[in-house]
Nanobody, 124 residues
Framework: QVKLVESGGGLVQAGGSLRLSCAAS????????MGWFRQAPGKERECVAA????????YYADSVKGRFTISRDNAKNTLYLQMNSLKPEDTSVYYC?????????????????WGQGTQVTVSS
């Protein structure tokens, strides 16, 4: 079992930045592929960024490419999402997730563990 706890969400003006963190409970964090997802009311959960176990392979949704950066610190069992140039359409609940495997996963199904989510609100 892996417990994931997100932090760093909040209210920010358009053009601003936030850094989300996801702390994992297990020292085996390094063996999991990780992802950041978001879900707005009435919409499906979508992957905005994902990273493999070592951090040398990443994925970004087109809507966030060039603005968001995913990274991980395996020594600290922590996943990050740096979000710059935020837009009102980035408003959502953001979730981190962990998947057993060696690749980058961009869909919900491979992910076994989820955090509780953190709200990000971008005002115009």
């Amino acid at each position: 079992q892996v417990k994931l706890v997100e932090s760093g969400g909040g209210l920010v003006q358009a053009g601003g930045s936030l850094r989300l963190s996801c702390a994992a409970s297990r020292r085996t964090f390094r063996s999991y592929a990780m992802g950041w997802f978001r879900q707005a009311p009435g919409k499906e959960r979508e992957c905005v960024a994902a990273i493999n176990w070592s951090g040398d392979t990443t994925y970004y949704a087109d809507s966030v490419k060039g603005r968001f950066t995913i990274s991980r610190d395996n020594a600290k069992n922590t996943l990050y999402l740096q979000m710059n140039s935020l837009k009102p359409e980035d408003t959502s609940v953001y979730y981190c997730a962990a998947a057993s495997g060696s690749f980058v996963y961009t869909h919900v199904e491979p992910y076994d563990y989820w955090g509780q989510g953190t709200q990000v609100t971008v005002s115009s």
